[in-house]
């Protein structure tokens, strides 16, 4: 089987040096030239020869004795086809035949600005001395041939797609050239140079890149009608660059440094959304050269594909809500180093064309083939050396994934049905909403849940960029935050599931989360030695706490435990609800911070030595008390108003909170939760849990589950959850106090 020519990544870049329009033209830095007819059935590739493949019928169609083509085309005429090298060729494959060449003027190579099927003609860019207008037909015409200033560096030179329109971007200039006619009109550009150009589908805006905005032209009136401007939080790592129009017009995304997309409603000049692709490359220890591989957007400029700097997977990302979907190939494409070639959507969006060397999969490895995106798995192998492509077995559907903004229900499979598992890999955080009987689950998968917990039914599911490690809920319940092991912060409105801008703590995995009352401010907590307090509504830290953890010093005579200056890494927050406390606990020691002044209290007034709280609307909190036994605890209920016990529980031994799972010691240690109603109590030690009557201090109902951990109740008090080390999450029914299901997703079956 012929390899694919792939070319190097020299030649690459001295071609975008040499064309700058290509990498706005098609928004893709795909290696193989490659084009679709619009409706998708044919593709033309660059394979050994010019090869076209009929999608459809599944059949080699033709191939052209044509190689080095760094770009091609379809042209209206059945059977020609376009090559652009360092000539201009076109040629008939039904007669096999050259029609006619455009000869080479320069040192430079041609670059192809636009070809439009409706007028049938095309704008050819000669390196830095000119552009020319030919119209094909039955025989190739030059229509018009526009000299650029060679004193003055051309930034951006583009056509619009019907190639009625050109626009050269020169100093802090753009001049606009109607290519139908003689009309000239210059505009100046206030405040940056227009380095980047774009035109919409139908010529009539202009985008312009200028420093951190971008500027929406009427191409009618040669003037600017809005514009964009990403703020200091939102922008990446580079440029701004114009990418793709939505096929209306009405939504442009730009690249903004090499991981960062905006998607911009072109109207109203504001931010749809911001996608940001960070992921660090475990492996090797920083950013993975892997992410010069290609990236391709969709038509519709809602979804992005490319090689992650994870190895071994090709991401899809959808731009209208900045979240990852499952990956096109994961096992498929999984090596130590499988280079990605080709990545490019057909018109409808159904179908990815992958050029992959290096992948586990034989039938793909060093092919190129057309993969489904519903089922994420490859349907064809293109294969030059055979009249019909080879035809895959195909694979079933994977589940739907509800990443839009749409309230309709994933149904949950019966409760009898496969095993009860919620995420594929292992359980990461689950949070309740203190205001809606909703449960959020987060994995290692990368999934973040939400749930119906008394109906066990999947309401949504978001793709993050990583593993959510944290989770948190304001004290209306109206915003969500979750804290991801690449230390960024993301939030949702819980009522819309429309997701506000991320923000980077830089504090690497995120470890613990607490709003304070309201929903303004969040407080963070990650593997940095140092918390901060976030302001939501300005984005922006107003504080960063230290906490002070403890060291011993020991001599001959004992030891002595004293607070250490430098800061420790806080694992966990809490918040006493209706008070001005915060506790920050480290493996080193715990800290009462004031949050009216922000200062560490040592003796607050109402709380016990040891404490921890227990959620919204609950004015208690947990501690341990001494029992008769000297080698033994109390779990209690602390009254804070009243600065005493309200209800002494379970009396455990460290032995209690242990449990042997397949020959270690697995450490349970305790927890409790009381409901929002403050009927109940629930305590777990180690795997054994109880719920008590709060008002009689009377253990009801006593139970065991394995290796339990997380302890939460739903907001109407009806339902304990209990979340376990084996990714099972058991709703318990307080009217029956009996359980009432396991909660189950039906796509994990192992």
């Keep these: 089987m012929n390899q694919l020519k792939v070319l190097s990544l020299a030649s690459i870049l001295l071609l975008l040096l040499l064309s700058p329009s290509i990498r706005h033209a098609e928004a893709s830095l795909s290696h193989i030239p490659t084009v679709f007819l619009q409706n998708g059935r044919l593709l033309l590739i660059q394979m050994d020869n010019l090869v076209l493949w009929d999608l459809e019928s599944k059949a080699l169609v033709a191939k052209v004795p044509l190689a080095s083509c760094h770009q091609v085309a379809l042209l209206k005429q059945d059977g020609w086809v376009l090559c652009v090298k360092h000539d201009v060729v076109i040629y008939d494959w039904k007669t096999q035949e050259s029609v006619a060449t455009v000869p080479q003027e320069s040192r430079q190579p041609y670059t192809l600005l636009a070809y439009s099927r409706e007028t049938d003609r095309m704008v050819l860019r000669h390196g830095q001395d000119a552009v020319s207008v030919w119209q094909i037909g039955k025989k190739v015409i030059p229509l018009k041939h526009i000299p650029l200033d060679a004193k003055t560096e051309a930034h951006s030179v583009v056509a619009s797609p019907d190639t009625t329109l050109l626009a050269v971007g020169q100093g802090s200039a753009i001049r606009l050239h109607d290519l139908t006619g003689a009309t000239i009109r210059d505009m100046t550009i206030k405040g940056g140079k227009p380095l980047d150009l774009l035109f919409s589908p139908d010529g009539s805006t202009l985008a312009a890149a200028a420093g951190n905005t971008i500027l929406f032209i009427d191409t009618v009136e040669a003037l600017v009608r809005g514009r964009a401007t990403l703020t200091t939080v939102e922008e990446g790592h580079g440029p701004l660059i114009p990418r793709r129009f939505s096929r209306d017009g009405h939504r442009l995304v730009v690249s903004n440094g090499e991981k960062s997309y905006a998607l911009l409603d072109t109207d109203t000049g504001k931010l749809v959304s911001l996608t940001q692709m960070n992921h660090p490359d475990q492996a090797r220890g920083g950013p993975s050269p892997l992410d010069l591989a290609a990236v391709d957007i969709s038509d519709d400029g809602e979804y992005l594909v490319r090689q992650s700097a994870q190895l071994g997977t090709v991401q899809i990302w959808d731009l209208r809500t900045g979240v990852m979907l499952p990956d096109l190939c994961g096992h498929d494409c999984r090596n130590m180093d499988p280079r ?72 949950s499979s019966p409760p009898e049905a496969g095993p009860a598992f919620v995420h594929a890999r292992a359980l990461r955080a689950l949070a309740t909403s203190p205001s809606a009987n909703l449960l959020v689950t987060s994995g290692d998968d990368g999934l973040l849940k939400i749930w119906d917990p008394g109906q066990g039914m999947l309401l949504r599911q978001l793709v993050l960029s990583a593993p959510a490690s944290a989770l948190a809920f304001s004290a209306d319940g109206a915003i969500l935050a979750a804290g991801t092991t690449q230390g960024e912060i993301r939030l949702w409105d819980t009522q819309s599931w429309k997701e506000f801008p991320f923000y980077a703590s830089g504090q690497g995995q995120i470890n613990a989360l607490q709003f304070l009352s309201g929903n303004r401010f969040l407080v963070i907590a990650g593997k940095q030695p140092r918390v901060l307090v976030w302001d939501v509504l300005v984005r922006a830290v107003i504080r960063e706490l230290v906490h002070a953890g403890y060291s011993l010093t020991c001599d001959p005579k004992g030891c002595l435990r004293k607070r250490a200056p430098e800061g420790d890494m806080v694992e966990t927050l809490n918040l006493l609800d209706g008070s001005p406390f915060l506790l920050t606990t480290s493996r080193t020691g715990r800290v009462v911070w004031d949050i009216s002044t922000w200062k560490p209290v040592e003796e607050p007034v109402g709380l016990p030595a040891a404490w921890s ?45 242990e449990a042997i799972e397949n020959g270690p010691i697995v450490a349970l240690g305790v927890s409790m939760a009381v409901d929002p109603l403050h009927r109940w109590v629930a305590t777990r030690v180690g795997e054994h849990l109880a719920v008590w009557d709060l008002s009689a201090r009377a253990k009801k109902k006593a139970f065991h589950v394995k290796t339990p951990y997380h302890l939460h109740w739903t907001s109407d008090g009806k339902y304990l959850i209990v979340g376990t080390l084996d990714r099972k999450v058991l709703v318990w029914s307080v009217e029956t106090m009996e359980p009432a299901h396991y909660l189950r997703d039906p796509s994990v079956t192992r």
């Design 340 to 411: 990605i070639s080709l990545l490019r959507w057909s018109p409808a969006g159904s179908k990815i064309v992958v050029g992959l060397k290096g992948g586990l999969n034989p039938d793909v490895d060093g092919n190129i083939s057309v993969w489904d995106v519903e089922t994420r798995s490859p349907e064809l192998v293109l294969d030059p050396t055979q009249s019909q492509a080879k035809v895959l077995a195909k694979r079933p559907a994977l589940p739907v994934i509800d990443v839009e903004l749409s309230a309709k229900p994933i149904a």
């Design 613 to 657: 709280g227990l959620g919204w609307n609950r004015p208690f909190v947990a501690t341990t008390t001494r029992a008769h036994d000297s080698n033994a605890l109390t779990l209690a209920v602390w009254d804070t108003t009243r600065n005493k016990v309200l209800a002494s529980l379970d009396t455990f031994s460290k032995r209690d909170t």
